[in-house]
C-alpha cells in the first residue's frame, strides 16, 4: 500500500516537471533567444554562432530537467531578467530545435 502511494506520487510529480516544460511555447522562445545574446558567450567557448555548444557529442544536457536547469543558470549569468515561464519557452526552443527529449 505505501509503495503504492510512493509511485503514484512519483508519477504525479514528473507529471509536474514534463508538464511545465511543455507548457513551453516554442516561437516565443525563439525570439526570447534572438533577443539576448546567448550566443556571444558561447562562441567564446566553442567557436562559429555557438550553437555547436548545444549538439556536441559530450553535451552536459542529457535530460529536460538538465535543459531547464543550465537555462536557468545561463539566464541568470546574462541577467535576462526572465520569468519562469520565459525560462519554459525558451527551454521548449531549445529542446525542439537541438535537444529532442521526450
Ligand atoms: C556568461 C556566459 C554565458 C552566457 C551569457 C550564456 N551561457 Fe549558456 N553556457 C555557458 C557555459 C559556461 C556553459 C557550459 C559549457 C560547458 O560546461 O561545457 C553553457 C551551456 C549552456 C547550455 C548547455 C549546453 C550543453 O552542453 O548541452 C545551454 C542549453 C545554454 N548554455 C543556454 C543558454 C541560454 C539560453 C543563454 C541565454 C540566456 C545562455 N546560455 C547564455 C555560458 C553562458
Known sequence: MKARIGIVLLAGLSGLLVGSARAGDVAAGEKLVADKDCA?????????????????PDRKVTSLAKLAAQV???????????????????VAWLNHRYYHFK
Open 40 to 56: 556571444a558567450c558561447h562562441q567564446r567557448l566553442i567557436g562559429g554562432d555557438g550553437s555547436r555548444l548545444y549538439t556536441r
Open 72 to 90: 536557468s543558470f545561463c539566464s541568470t549569468q546574462l541577467k535576462t531578467g526572465w520569468f519562469p515561464e520565459e525560462e519554459d519557452d525558451v
